[in-house]
C-alpha cells in the first residue's frame, strides 16, 4: 500500500527470540549481508526492516530480491519506505513524475543508482522522458510483477504494547490509521520535532549523523526520556555511513544493544593521540564553503554557516551554479589507544579519515 491513510498491523515478537531492526539498506547488499553476518542472524532471530530497501545504488533489485528470499525462510517484518514507495508510485501513477524533481533527481542523476530507471532498461523500455512513462509503467509492471506485489503488501506501520516500527516518524501513537501515509515514510529530523512516547518508537528515514553539530556519530540513537530508538546510519548516502543493526532488549524496558558494519578495511593504531574539543560536524544541506587553498588531498576552506576553518578532502568538494560545497566533512580528531582498531575510510599523506565506535574523524598516527 503506497499512498492514502497508513497501513498499520500488529506485530507479534514472542519471549526467547532475539529481535534485530535495521534501516535504509539503500540497495547496499554487502552491507545487509555483512551486518546479519556479525550479529550472527539465524532462524532463530527475527528481523524487522524499517524500509528503504532500495535506491540511490545499483545493487537495489538484487537486494529487494534477497530481502524477499529473507522473507520466505526467516521471520521476517518489512515495511515499505519513501524510496521504496517511489516504483509503486510510478507504476501506479500516484505522484506527477514529469516534474522537474522525478526527471532530473530520480530519472536523470541517479541513472543506474535508481531502480526505477534499472528495472525499466531490464525491460527493455527507456524511462526519459514523459512520452516514454505509460509504455515504462506497462513493461515494468509485466516484467516485476513478484518484485512489485512484494513492495505492494507492506504497511507503514508495526505497533505492540511495547513498539511501534515505522520508517519516517509519527506525530502520536493512537489513531494511527488516520495518519497520512507518506507523512509517516517522509518524516525528515524526526528527533527535532520534540515528541515523547509511552511504547519504544523505531525510526529510520533520517541518518542520524545529521543530528549533531559537532561529531559525526553513525551509531543508533537511544532516547530513554523520550523512547525513540532512530538508527539509520547513513548505508550508502554517506561515504563513511555504516548499515546498524539494532537488537532489542530481552524484556521490554530493558537495555538496546547493536552490531554495525561499514565494509571498510580495519587497521590497528600503532600511536595514540587525544581527542579534539569544539569540532565540526559539516552536514548535507549545510555545506556550502569558501575555499581558501585547494591542494591535491586536502583543501584549506571556510564553513559558510559558522565561519570556521578546516581542511576537507580535495575529492569532497562539489560545485554547482549556486557555488561551492562538500560531501559530509569534519575536523574532529579521534581519541585513540595505542592498539585501538579503527576501519579506514580515506588516507592522505598527512593522516588518515577513520572511523571508531561508528564516529567518524581524523587520526595522525601510524597505523598496520
Known amino acids: 500500500?503506497?499512498?492514502?491513510?497508513?497501513?498499520?498491523?500488529?506485530?507479534?515478537?514472542?519471549?526467547?527470540?532475539?529481535?534485530?531492526?535495521?534501516?535504509?539498506?539503500?540497495?547496499?547488499?554487502?552491507?545487509?549481508?555483512?551486518?546479519?553476518?556479525?550479529?550472527?542472524f539465524c532462524e532463530k532471530d527475527v528481523l524487522i526492516i524499517l524500509g528503504d530497501i532500495l535506491e540511490r545504488n545499483a545493487g537495489s533489485l538484487d537486494t529487494l530480491r534477497y530481502v524477499m528470499e529473507l522473507s520466505r525462510q526467516y521471520t521476517l517484518y518489512t515495511l515499505l519506505g519513501n524510496c521504496d514507495n517511489i516504483i509503486l508510485a510510478f507504476v501506479d501513477q500516484l505522484y506527477d513524475f514529469g516534474n522537474d524533481f522525478y526527471q532530473k533527481k530520480w530519472l536523470g542523476r541517479l541513472g543506474e543508482k535508481s531502480a526505477l530507471v534499472r528495472m525499466a532498461h531490464l525491460a527493455g523500455v527507456p524511462i526519459e522522458t514523459p512520452d516514454d512513462y505509460p509504455a515504462a509503467r506497462k513493461a515494468i509492471g509485466e516484467a516485476f510483477r513478484p518484485e512489485l506485489d512484494f513492495l505492494r503488501a507492506l504497511p507503514h506501520i508495526y505497533v505492540n504494547e511495547d513498539y511501534l516500527f515505522v520508517h519516517g516518524g509519527v506525530p502520536r501513537e493512537d489513531a494511527l490509521e488516520e495518519l497520512d501515509a507518506y507523512e509517516c515514510m517522509k518524516n525528515d529530523h524526526f528527533l527535532e520535532q520534540g515528541s515523547s512516547f509511552r511504547r519504544w518508537v523505531v525510526v529510520g528515514h533520517t541518518p542520524v549523523t545529521l543530528y549533531r553539530e559537532d561529531i559525526a556519530s553513525a551509531s543508533p540513537i537511544l532516547l530513554y526520556d523520550r523512547h525513540i530508538a532512530s538508527i539509520d546510519g547513513g548505508c550508502t548516502l554517506k561515504l563513511d555511513g555504516q548499515l546498524n543493526a539494532l537488537i532489542l532488549p530481552p524484556e521490554p524496558g530493558g537495555a538496546f544493544s547493536w552490531v554495525s558494519y561499514d565494509g571498510y578495511p580495519e587497521k590497528r593504531a600503532l600511536?595514540?593521540?587525544?581527542?579534539?574539543?569544539?569540532?565540526?560536524?559539516?552536514?548535507?544541506?549545510?555545506?556550502r564553503l569558501e575555499v581558501l587553498e585547494e591542494g591535491p588531498e586536502l583543501s584549506r576552506c571556510r564553513h559558510l554557516e559558522t565561519g570556521r576553518e578546516l581542511?576537507?578532502?580535495?575529492?569532497?568538494?562539489?560545485?554547482?551554479?549556486?557555488?561551492?560545497?562538500?560531501e559530509d566533512s569534519t575536523d574532529y580528531r579521534l581519541p585513540v589507544?595505542?592498539?585501538?582498531?579503527?576501519?579506514?575510510?580515506?588516507?592522505?599523506?598527512?593522516?588518515?579519515?577513520?572511523?571508531?565506535?561508528?564516529?567518524?574523524?581524523?587520526?595522525?598516527?601510524?597505523?598496520?
Open 311 to 326: 581542511d576537507v578532502l580535495t575529492e569532497f568538494l562539489r560545485w554547482d551554479k549556486d557555488g561551492v560545497w562538500c
Open 1 to 40: 500500500m503506497s499512498g492514502g491513510k497508513a497501513e498499520v498491523r500488529p506485530i507479534c515478537l514472542p519471549q526467547g527470540r532475539r529481535v534485530l531492526a535495521v534501516s535504509d539498506i539503500h540497495g547496499n547488499l554487502p552491507l545487509l549481508k555483512g551486518v546479519l553476518d556479525k550479529a550472527g
Open 271 to 287: 600511536d595514540g593521540q587525544e581527542g579534539s574539543t569544539n569540532s565540526l560536524n559539516i552536514r548535507w544541506g549545510r555545506s
Open 337 to 368: 589507544k595505542a592498539g585501538d582498531p579503527l576501519t579506514v575510510i580515506r588516507q592522505v599523506s598527512q593522516g588518515a579519515l577513520c572511523k571508531k565506535d561508528g564516529v567518524t574523524g581524523w587520526y595522525f598516527g601510524r597505523l598496520v
